[in-house]
C-alpha cells in the first residue's frame, strides 16, 4: 500500500493543508497539539491501513507459493495484511506490533486490547479533524492515554500473544538449522535491519545449507561472506511473486 501520492491525499487532504503533512509514515510521527486531534489523525490511518485496505495481491501471491511448504513468516508490517491474506496465524510473528490494538501508554500492565470498534467510532465522530474528548482511548487498568501498539520507543508492549509467537520462531529456527532452508527477504530496508536483514545474513553464513534471497527494488544486495549463498533481484516485488 502507498502510504504518500493520491492515496494518502484521498484520506488526509485536510491534515496535509493544515499541518504540512506529506506521506502517512511522517504523519505518525507528527506533535499533534491535543490527543483530540491526536486520535483523529490514528483512528483515520488505523481504519484505511489495517481495517478497509482489503487484501494485497502480493500478499495472495505469496501465499500461494509458500502454502504447503513449512514456512514461517518473520514481519515488521504492523498492517495484519498476512493474516488477511490466509497465513496460517501460528506461523506469524509480527515484532513491531499491530494497529489493531491499543496498549496502555505507560505502560502499567502488559496486555493489549482489540481496537476496531474504537477506531471505528472515532473516525464517524470526528469533526475538523478531532475527536469527542469522551472517545479518547484511556487504559482499563490506570486511566492513562492508550496508544497504538507499535514499537517506536521503551514503552512498547510485547504482550502474551507477542511471545509465544517469538517462541514459535524460535523453535522454527532450531528445527531448521541443519536442513535445506531458504531465508527469504522482501522489502527490507535499513530502517530496522537487525530484526531481519543482519539475523538473515548471520544464519546465511553459519548454516550449512541455507539460502539467502532477496527481492527489493533498487536495495537487493548481500556481503561478499554469503554472496554465493544468495540470490538478489532488483526488481518491484509484486511483479516477481506474480511471475514465480
Known amino acids: 500500500m502507498s502510504y504518500s501520492g493520491e492515496r494518502f491525499e484521498k484520506y488526509f487532504s485536510d491534515f496535509h493543508r493544515k499541518c504540512g503533512i506529506t506521506d502517512m509514515y511522517s504523519g505518525g510521527f507528527y506533535p499533534f497539539e491535543t490527543l483530540e ?3 483523529a489523525w490514528w483512528s483515520r490511518h488505523i481504519l484505511v491501513n489495517r481495517y478497509e485496505a ?3 495481491k502480493p500478499y495472495a501471491d505469496l501465499l500461494a507459493l509458500v502454502r504447503d511448504r513449512d514456512y514461517f513468516v518473520l514481519t515488521t508490517n504492523v498492517d495484519h495484511q498476512f493474516q488477511l491474506a490466509g497465513f496460517d496465524k501460528k506461523r506469524l510473528f509480527y515484532t513491531q506490533g499491530d494497529y489493531g490494538l491499543f496498549q496502555c501508554s505507560k505502560p502499567c500492565h502488559h496486555k493489549t486490547y482489540n481496537n476496531e470498534a474504537a477506531v471505528r467510532q472515532m473516525v464517524k465522530a470526528q469533526r475538523d479533524m478531532k475527536i469527542p474528548s469522551e472517545l479518547i482511548p484511556r487504559c482499563p487498568v490506570c486511566g492513562a492515554p492508550m496508544n497504538v501498539n507499535l514499537r517506536c520507543d521503551d514503552t512498547f508492549v ?3 500473544g507477542w511471545h509465544r509467537a517469538a517462541e514459535r520462531y524460535s523453535l522454527f529456527l ?3 538449522r541443519n536442513m535445506k532452508t531458504l531465508f527469504l527477504e522482501l522489502g527490507t530496508g535499513m530502517n530496522t535491519p537487525g530484526i531481519i536483514k ?3 545474513w548471520r544464519m546465511v553464513h553459519e548454516w550449512p545449507d541455507a539460502t539467502y534471497a532477496c527481492i527489493n527494488l533498487n ?10 549463498k544468495s540470490i538478489c ?4 516485488i509484486g511483479k516477481v511473486l506474480e511471475q514465480l
Open 37 to 39: 486531534e491526536y486520535w
Open 54 to 56: 482489503g487484501v494485497g
Open 158 to 160: 510485547e504482550d502474551e
Open 174 to 176: 532450531r528445527r531448521h
Open 198 to 200: 543482519f539475523s538473515f
Open 219 to 228: 536495495e537487493a544486495y548481500a556481503p561478499d561472506e554469503i554472496r554465493k
Open 233 to 236: 533481484i532488483n526488481d518491484d
